[in-house]
């Protein structure tokens, strides 16, 4: 194991999938120095408030976390001013900048890539509409963006991939291969309880924002008014789609695990219509031995075995499919222990073990 370990993360204000990473690999190096470029502790986890944190200087601007996404452009500056001298090896858990660090020629750099910046490259489109005001701003500066993450891209010395879909990503815009390992999933938490019964509706949890799917799953669900869907997050589009949805889809904000877990166990199916780089909530819901029903690109892709833990249903043609793939799925006597059974392939156990090797070179 390297003696002087840093990890880099790109932001730190909640905990979500990236942070549960951080926290696993935190649970291998052991008290470890920490540098992001916004840190608000109230919602991080204790696991991860032990260790030195050390922020940019876009964390003395008066209310960062509530805008921080907007200073885009400074991000480059933010994460360049870094030093990790010293070190061993960095690891970074990029889904933005944070592999972009500079480092000595001696410091080995282990990118652990949730995502080559979507933004900027597959999903510029759907973050940044053309003719909105943010377009005409990132047009000005997005080439240059483009131009100076492939050349940091240049000096990790080994990217890990958290998929094949964002593996493929890596080789195509960074020119690089890499490994996948797939993200900790808290299977220990999430756990199927053969004593609780299952009721008459469909679950999705997921950030409410355009590039998630959700108004798929609000028409397929208005042109059938018998099923019943529950919607956990919230995000921007929040509001719009509860003026859109029917009577028959009820939405709520993020709830605390204990509560997430009881809405899964109780679900008769997990839809999951965005395109995802891998998709945490499904497997959560397979821990729970919850089938899900899922977009057929992405991440889920690897997660999900059709016909055993789930079913697919067609990008192209979406409503429609969706509501053929809905009415097979009911068709179907799932096997609940069989699709527990598979989530355990994406265990923190599982995970530990890969990533360790990785840290020490194996």
Request: glycine share 6%; hydrophobic share 40%; aromatic share 14%.
């Amino acid at each position: 194991m390297p003696k002087r370990i840093a990890i880099v993360h790109d932001w730190l204000t909640g905990m979500r999938g990236g942070e549960q990473c951080l926290k696993n690999i935190l649970s291998i190096t052991g008290k470890t120095d920490i540098y992001t470029l916004i840190y608000n502790p109230e919602p991080i986890d204790e696991d991860i408030k032990k260790n030195n944190i050390y922020t940019s200087f876009l964390q003395y601007f008066p209310g960062i976390v509530l805008y921080y996404r907007y200073m885009l452009p400074l991000f480059p500056f933010a994460i360049s001013g870094f030093n990790f001298s010293g070190y061993d090896l960095v690891i970074s858990i990029s889904h933005c900048v944070a592999k972009s660090i500079k480092k000595d020629v001696n410091t080995r750099h282990i990118s652990y890539c949730l995502t080559p910046m979507r933004y900027a490259y597959d999903m510029y489109d759907v973050y940044f509409r053309k003719g909105s005001f943010k377009r005409i701003f990132t047009d000005l500066f997005i080439t240059r963006i483009r131009e100076w993450d492939i050349k940091r891209a240049s000096f990790v010395d080994e990217f890990v991939a958290i998929s094949e879909f964002v593996r493929e990503r890596i080789s195509r815009i960074y020119n690089r291969d890499s490994r996948v390992i797939y993200p900790p999933a808290r299977t220990d938490f999430f756990v199927f309880n053969e004593k609780i019964k299952t009721e008459n509706y469909y679950i999705t949890v997921s950030a409410i924002e355009p590039y998630k799917g959700i108004g798929i799953l609000l028409e397929a669900f208005k042109k059938d008014a018998s099923r019943r869907l529950l919607i956990v997050g919230k995000g921007s589009m929040l509001s719009y789609y509860k003026r859109l949805a029917p009577e028959n889809v009820a939405f709520t904000d993020w709830v605390n695990d204990f509560k997430l877990r009881d809405y899964l166990r109780s679900a008769k199916g997990f839809i999951f219509p965005a395109v995802d780089d891998f998709g945490i909530t499904p497997v959560e819901a397979m821990a729970c031995g919850v089938p899900v029903i899922a977009i057929n690109r992405g991440g889920a892709k690897e997660t999900v075995l059709d016909g055993k833990t789930g079913l697919f249903f067609d990008f192209e043609n979406s409503v429609e499919s969706l509501l053929d793939i809905i009415t097979k799925f009911e068709r179907i006597t799932w096997d609940k222990k069989e699709v527990r059974a598979h989530s355990l392939n994406f265990s923190q156990e599982i995970f530990k073990t890969k990533m360790e090797k990785v840290i020490k070179g194996d």
